[in-house]
């Protein structure tokens, strides 16, 4: 059984910073693709970062690039996103996703999902 637990997200002012993590198990972690993606309230699902299998290829959303990083420890089955000067815009529940297909990862498609841990950030 694939299992994907966020954790770090809670409650922030303006400027501030969190580290969300995904602890992944059931899964061989190092061959797999792994994405940060968010929804807002009344808003879609939107990725926000993403990294290939051994830490390369990663990606950034428009709107946090310069601000969030993405990274992996293998060793520990583990991806983070670091995630500093943050908005008020930032507010989600912010989720994590794995697949060995990293343009599904890429795309919104991943076949392993967590459940998500809240962001919110106050002005």
């Known amino acids: 059984q694939v299992q994907l637990v966020e954790s770090g997200g809670g409650l922030v002012q303006a400027g501030g910073s969190l580290r969300l993590s995904c602890a992944a198990s059931?899964?061989?972690?190092?061959?797999?693709?792994m994405g940060w993606f968010r929804q807002a309230p009344g808003k879609e699902r939107e990725s926000v970062a993403g990294?290939?299998?051994?830490?390369?290829?990663?990606y950034y959303a428009d709107s946090v690039k310069g601000r969030f990083t993405v990274s992996r420890d293998n060793a520990k089955n583990t991806v983070y996103l670091q995630m500093n000067s943050l908005k008020p815009e930032d507010t989600a529940v912010y989720y994590c996703?794995?697949?060995?297909?990293?343009?599904?990862?890429?795309?919104?498609?991943?076949?392993?999902w967590g459940q998500g841990t809240q962001v919110t950030v106050s002005s």
């Open positions: 996703a794995a697949d060995y297909r990293e343009l599904y990862v890429r795309g919104g498609t991943s076949t392993y």
């Open positions: 059931g899964l061989t972690f190092s061959t797999y693709a």
């Open positions: 990294i290939g299998w051994s830490g390369g290829n990663t």
